[in-house]
């Protein structure tokens, strides 16, 4: 084994104008430019996308799942944050 | 983590996310031998996509006509971007490319005995994908719903991707089939070639597959071989039938209780041998790719080297 | 599969006059050779390549060419007018009716050979499909149009590999200096007009090579002084593919490339 291996990037694919980049998997590169290309070739083969990012995986922070109670569960109770905890009046429109 | 018994121990919550039908995640506890068991049965997957552009590969530059020709390159380009995806989503566990590869280049990692067959003829690419491919996705399709969630997913990609190279083995076949005698009869006699090796591609008899209950019940596997086996049969005869070629296996029936196909019996000590590393082609195989990443290290190298000497640049700018 | 959508005034070939047909047949099909050969020579490495994702970087530019070559075989075969496919013209021609020049049939070497190669064709092309994208012949335009975007990705694939492998390491200069210096004098041809080449610039039917020479001679200036590669003097151009005398590579090529058609002739596959 040798230490030649690239770093290892993550790759995010906008598929349509209007959409959100979404992430699609990792490769790796020496480089961004090299990144950004190898990801056009690698993810992009069927017109998956018009717009690329690749971000250097090890700048990635990623939140703890041993944190994740802590994190998450207290939005479990807040239920009056979404529209359907109210009860609007059968006769009022469009609310 | 979503916590479904929290008196639980870390393994039983663990079972009881999996019995759920709940993914992991790359971050998530699992137990050590479930991350083992992933690295090596997804790196095996990788080595084999990566192994299994060879046998293919070697016919790019004599495919017979230009349509087949950029059929062909654009079906081993996939490959390779599936070895990409899965190796990648091994990587997730904690293993590296680098020593993925080296397990390969040492043999202490498999890959598909398959791959250990020659490639004799152009209807070779027409049973590679057409029975080769075929049997891949039965074992491949199920795996998109496997519990490890990077592995799913990639799954997911290999398979809509998949979907065209049996596709266009089966037209080669076809093809062959309707063209003149002697295409008629390279296509007969890539089957009788292909047919058995395939059936062991989905590896031994459940009664001699002593992981397939492990995992089985973590959810890394959801078929048994011999189910995928006979599936596989039942699929592929009346295709065979259809093209007018005829399985090599005397004993191959349809069986009406069963509602399944009667076959024969795979010769395993053919099977077992090739695992061992006896095939035709495993050394052969094995040498190609040892060659292409020693003789790839000074690129790689370069790449590195320049890459770093931009960055100390723009620092000092 | 490859051709651009055309028009229907544009897929009938142009009402030219015989002979003008006949030159324009044999440059048209000069383009188709080339393409063809490169892509063949890149499409040897895929399940080679010094990594996984060059390996899928060299098949995409493979698979490009291929298209584009297609394109040129099928207005070739429909200038001729005389019931050829493209499949026939590829396959069933022999080393010395192949017009390609001699810089793509040249075997891949290293890594370092293959980019270099690529480099001095990419920029050849490019400038090439940006002259024929304006040209007067609407077929070719087309064709022009669609490829050089993808000639344009090509140029930048090869030159950002051509100055990584200069300002690399000391290996990986000491391989592309060994490369340059076996392939530059195969570049001359490219930009060297054959006769049917000079008659066709002179009606101004295909883009004369003196005009696309400043830009290709500035970006290999911009790509060797980024690479800390001194420019090569001028070696003596090798000349002789675009008529027909090739070096010994090519008839190798195409023993494999043709072995199915030539063994079992007149057969659909």
């Given at each position: 084994m040798n230490n030649s291996e690239w770093p290892l990037w993550e790759v995010f694919i906008r598929s349509k104008q209007g959409l959100d980049h979404k992430h699609v998997g990792s490769l790796h590169a020496a480089d961004a430019a090299m990144a950004m290309q190898n990801a056009r070739d690698v993810y992009t083969r069927r017109l998956e996308g018009v717009s690329i990012w690749v971000v250097e995986s090890r700048h990635i922070h990623a939140?703890?799942?041993?944190?994740?109670?802590?994190?998450?569960?207290?939005?479990?109770?807040?239920?009056?944050?979404?529209?359907?905890?109210y009860d609007v009046p059968e006769s009022i429109k469009h609310m | 983590m979503e916590t479904l018994a929290p008196d639980l121990s870390p393994e039983a919550q663990f079972q009881a996310r999996i019995d759920a039908d709940l993914r992991i995640e790359p971050k998530d506890w699992m137990p050590e031998a479930y991350r083992k068991t992933l690295i090596r049965q997804i790196s095996q997957h990788a080595h084999s996509e990566l192994v299994g552009m060879l046998p293919e590969g070697n016919w790019i530059t004599r495919a017979p006509s230009l349509k087949r020709k950029a059929i062909l390159l654009a079906k081993v380009q996939d490959e390779a971007g599936h070895g990409l995806y899965l190796y990648s989503a091994a990587e997730t566990l904690g293993?590296?490319?680098?020593?993925?590869?080296?397990?390969?280049?040492?043999?202490?990692?498999?890959?598909?005995?398959?791959?250990?067959?020659?490639?004799?003829?152009?209807?070779?690419?027409?049973?590679?994908?057409?029975?080769?491919?075929?049997?891949?996705?039965?074992?491949?399709?199920?795996?998109?719903?496997?519990?490890?969630?990077?592995?799913?997913?990639?799954?997911?990609?290999?398979?809509?991707?998949?979907?065209?190279?049996?596709?266009?083995?089966?037209?080669i076949m076809q093809t062959l089939c309707e063209g003149a005698p002697v295409q008629k009869e390279m296509a007969q006699e890539a089957l009788n070639r292909w047919w058995w090796p395939t059936l062991m591609m989905f590896g031994p008899k459940d009664a001699d597959?002593?992981?397939?209950?492990?995992?089985?019940?973590?959810?890394?596997?959801?078929?048994?071989?011999?189910?995928?086996?006979?599936?596989?049969?039942?699929?592929?005869?009346?295709?065979?039938?259809?093209?007018?070629?005829?399985?090599?296996?005397?004993?191959?029936?349809?069986?009406?209780?069963?509602?399944?196909?009667?076959?024969?019996?795979?010769?395993?000590?053919?099977?077992?041998?090739?695992?061992?590393?006896?095939?035709?082609?495993?050394?052969?195989?094995?040498?190609?790719?040892?060659?292409?990443?020693?003789?790839?290290?000074?690129?790689?190298?370069?790449?590195?080297?320049h890459a770093a000497k931009r960055k100390e640049r723009a620092a000092v700018a | 599969m490859a051709t651009p959508d055309l028009s229907p005034a544009q897929l009938a070939a142009p009402a030219y006059p015989a002979e003008l047909r006949s030159q324009l047949f044999q440059y048209v099909l000069q383009l188709a050779d080339t393409s063809l050969i490169l892509a063949h020579r890149l499409s040897e490495w895929c399940g080679h390549g010094p990594v996984l994702e060059q390996d899928l970087a060299l098949s995409n530019i493979a698979l490009d060419l291929l298209g584009e070559a297609r394109s040129y075989y099928q207005y070739a075969a429909e200038l001729e007018g005389r019931g050829r496919t493209e499949d026939d013209l590829a396959y069933l021609r022999s080393a010395v009716e192949y017009r390609n020049p001699l810089l793509v049939e040249q075997p891949n070497g290293d890594f370092a050979y293959t980019v270099v190669r690529q480099f001095l064709f990419d920029n050849f092309h490019y400038q090439l499909l940006k002259g024929l994208q304006n040209g007067p012949d609407a077929r070719l335009a087309a064709i022009a149009e669609k490829s050089l975007k993808e000639a344009a990705y090509h140029l930048k694939w090869s030159s950002e590999w051509l100055i990584r492998l200069g300002d690399g390491t000391p290996e990986s200069r000491r391989r592309l200096d060994k490369a340059?210096?076996?392939?530059?004098?195969?570049?001359?041809?490219?930009?060297?007009?054959?006769?049917?080449?000079?008659?066709?610039?002179?009606?101004?039917?295909?883009?004369?090579?003196?005009?696309?020479?400043?830009?290709?001679?500035?970006?290999?200036?911009?790509?060797?002084?980024?690479?800390?590669?001194?420019?090569?003097?001028?070696?003596?151009?090798?000349?002789?593919?675009?008529?027909?005398?090739?070096?010994?590579?090519?008839?190798?090529?195409?023993?494999?490339?043709?072995?199915?058609?030539?063994?079992?002739?007149?057969?659909?596959?």
């Open positions: 939140s703890n799942p041993d944190e994740a109670a802590e994190f998450f569960d207290p939005a479990a109770d807040k239920v009056y944050r979404h529209p359907t905890f | 293993t590296s490319r680098d020593q993925m590869l080296a397990d390969l280049h040492s043999g202490k990692a498999k890959y598909s005995s398959i791959f250990n067959y020659p490639t004799l003829s152009w209807a070779d690419m027409g049973c590679v994908g057409w029975l080769v491919d075929g049997a891949a996705i039965l074992n491949q399709v199920p795996l998109c719903r496997t519990s490890y969630g990077p592995y799913a997913r990639a799954m997911v990609r290999v398979c809509k991707e998949e979907s065209f190279h049996q596709r266009q083995g089966f037209e597959s002593p992981n397939t209950e492990q995992s089985m019940k973590w959810r890394i596997k959801r078929f048994t071989n011999d189910e995928l086996r006979q599936k596989f049969v039942d699929m592929m005869v009346p295709q065979a039938e259809f093209l007018g070629l005829k399985v090599p296996d005397e004993k191959v029936r349809w069986n009406e209780e069963r509602q399944a196909y009667d076959f024969g019996e795979v010769d395993w000590e053919e099977f077992w041998n090739v695992v061992k590393g006896n095939g035709l082609c495993n050394h052969e195989r094995l040498q190609a790719r040892v060659q292409a990443h020693e003789e790839g290290a000074w690129v790689r190298e370069a790449a590195l080297a | 340059i210096a076996t392939l530059w004098r195969f570049a001359g041809e490219l930009t060297t007009p054959t006769p049917n080449e000079s008659q066709l610039q002179e009606l101004g039917l295909v883009p004369d090579y003196a005009a696309l020479l400043p830009a290709m001679q500035a970006h290999v200036a911009h790509v060797l002084a980024e690479a800390t590669v001194p420019l090569p003097t001028a070696p003596v151009a090798q000349l002789g593919g675009k008529t027909g005398r090739h070096s010994e590579h090519l008839g190798y090529l195409l023993a494999e490339l043709q072995y199915l058609q030539r063994t079992y002739p007149g057969l659909t596959w």
